[in-house]
């Protein structure tokens, strides 16, 4: 029976890649303009991936300052959102815009709060009160939201994932919103989404079944957990506090010694650098906010060794394997982002300036990334993959990879302002003392 | 005692000044191993830490000593008098006129790990070798020698191993030092034979001057090692804090100007002896 549904499911993917590679050929032929990107986009890849040179004492820097990555990441965002006030999932270079996509666009929305609190552009806060909108109208009567890119012919079945990263969007947007009634709504509504959540959990804190991907637990659902314990904050409910734990309590029973977390469970797909950044990433907030050390050390294990692979190889792997043995060589730009939000927090937490470090070298590898003029889409745009063709989201420039170097780059400056800071405090009182 | 002396490059002003200096001392080298001066990995860092304009400067100071005065030709102007040719006029260029002076065979070859660098060091059957540069060393080279290999390593160990050693140490308010260890298998994880607080920070005016000054300092006390090791006056202790993970790495840009700022305006108050703890591990 396995083995017939293994089957099964591994003809439904390649019919599923032959059914994109001729919807990609069929979209060239009818937007023949869009092979000019195309073409200089996989010949500027090939080239630096033939010259580049890494070394012991390297780092990669680039003459892009981060005020100006920002910008050119936030407007590529703004423009990937639909009138409707979802965001595209990704920019193809072969099929333009894609539809929007629920799941992103809830998690977009804390970027944008934070880059109009940063820079006091009000343009990013509108845009992510027409993004809560567009979500609100979403929810199922459940509390839940659905999976998959938003198609509003089709039934929608509810996700798990999505409504944990939906929750997140919703809970900030409660923090920003003024109008007591709004608040009021979309405090309800998060709480719904919140109970829905806790209602179709496990007992052992994961989630499976219809509302999980594939069907199966996966740990990368410390993301849900993260937004849960954000609700349980915002809301003082017990009931998502408790779920929160529970769903960390399963993930760290899935650490091993070696910084591994089992337990991604994606059948089909190698294990993306995006998903175990996920893991990481959801387990550390999700330490930080329910003030649990055991979560906080086992993010920080993993992180280490991501670290100390970083700042050896000069790069991430695009994919590992267990236990970090091996993985492909290209590059996932979005995990790379992700990783390095989880540095810089870490560095927050335990003040190692090492982990600022590892931060700063791989977000300026992120920026020299980014194109800073060309046509909408790509300007601005995080890659799937570096080169363009590697295996994650090949051909597209992704919008949860641009909230991700969003994130980082305003961690980077609030963080590198703060040690920096410290230190001329410290040293000015050291002056005096002497 | 017979010492062999490790180089990244003929060229390489730490490994001729390090031979010249134990030479002096009676030390006369058994041999120096060196990687070849046109070494691709070498180039790529050297232009990578110097800028174009500087190494081409370099470059041309050590093949072509006749266009320059002596003050050009050597880039870390503490290593100066190390590398004085006694004997006549000017310094020593490269290990070869270091060799040739002191009469000592120089060796090429393109990886110190290779089977070709562990035959020719066993041909030279050192009782000790001092690292200068190169590769990361491996267990067959690192077992050749009778006592093993000697690292001069800029900061305090065990609580900065790596690299960007001095900027660390500024940023994790610890007293600037060197440490003169045995190489292992892992970085900067040998037994210690001395530590010393490098006491001249406050003339520095960058942290390149730094790094020039301990560069050496470091020199000298590896002078001072092998001669506690040749009269059994010192012996190698094991570094403490094996659990902990001390190591660093190459520090960003925007880091090192703290640091900078650190040499220049707040090392009063370290050096006489405040907080030497740093942050938290990993």
Known sequence: MRSNSNSNASRSREKGKTRRALTEAAALLLAPQRAIPLVTKIASDKWRTTFESRHLYSYASTTIPTENALRLLIDWILNAQGRDGGVAAYYSLFTGYSDSYPEVTGYIIPTLYDYSTTTGDPVPRKAAERATQWLLSLQMPSGAFPAGLHAPTSDPQPSAFNTGQILQGLVRAHRETHNETEKAEILDRAQRAGTWLAQIQQPDGSWIGPAAYQGSAHTYYSMVSWALAQLAAESNDPRHAAAADRNIDWVLGQARPTGWIDGINLEGHPIYLHFIAYVIQGTLECGILRHREDAIQVAKRSAWVLLRKFETHKRLLGTYEPDFTRGQTFSCLTGNAQMSCVWLRLGEVTGDLRYLNAALKINEMLKESLRTKGPEGLSGGVAGSYPIWGAYQPMRFISWGSKFLADALMLEERLTREVERKFLTKLEASECAS | ?282
């Not at chain 2, 030709?73 to 002076?101: C, W």
Request: net charge positive; aromatic share 6%.
């Open chain 2, 1 to 282: 005692m017979r010492v062999v002396i490790l180089s990244s490059s003929p060229y390489s002003e730490t490994g001729c000044a390090a031979a010249a200096r134990l030479a002096e001392l009676g030390f006369i080298p058994a041999g120096a191993l060196t990687l070849p001066s046109w070494d691709r990995a070498t180039l790529v860092r050297k232009l990578g830490q110097w800028g174009l304009r500087d190494s081409y400067r370099y470059a041309v100071a050590k093949l072509s000593p006749g266009k320059f005065a002596t003050e050009n030709q050597v880039r870390n102007p503490y290593l100066e008098t190390m590398l004085k040719n006694k004997d006549r006029e000017g310094i020593f260029r490269s290990l070869r006129e270091v060799a040739r002076h002191f009469e000592f065979p120089v060796a090429t070859v393109s990886d110190q790990n290779s089977p070709r660098a562990v035959g020719q060091l066993n041909d030279w059957s050192p009782d000790v070798a001092i690292f200068t540069g190169g590769n990361i060393l491996r267990d067959k080279l690192l077992k050749v020698p009778r006592l093993g290999i000697l690292n001069s390593h800029l900061a305090p160990l065990p609580e900065i191993r790596g690299m960007s050693s001095p900027e660390w140490s500024l940023l994790r308010e610890l007293p600037l030092s060197i440490t003169i260890h045995f190489m292992d298998k892992g970085i900067d994880t040998g037994p210690i034979l001395l530590r010393r607080q490098f006491r001249r920070a406050e003339e520095c005016n960058s942290l390149v001057d730094l790094r020039n000054r301990m560069i050496a300092e470091g020199i000298d006390l590896i002078a001072e090692a092998v001669t506690g090791l040749d009269r059994g006056t010192i012996a190698a202790a094991p570094q403490a804090d094996g659990e902990k993970d001390h190591q660093f790495f190459v520090m960003h840009d925007r880091l090192k100007t703290l640091a900078a700022r650190r040499l220049k305006e707040g090392l009063k108050p370290v050096a006489s002896g405040t907080n030497p703890s740093g942050g938290g591990n990993a």
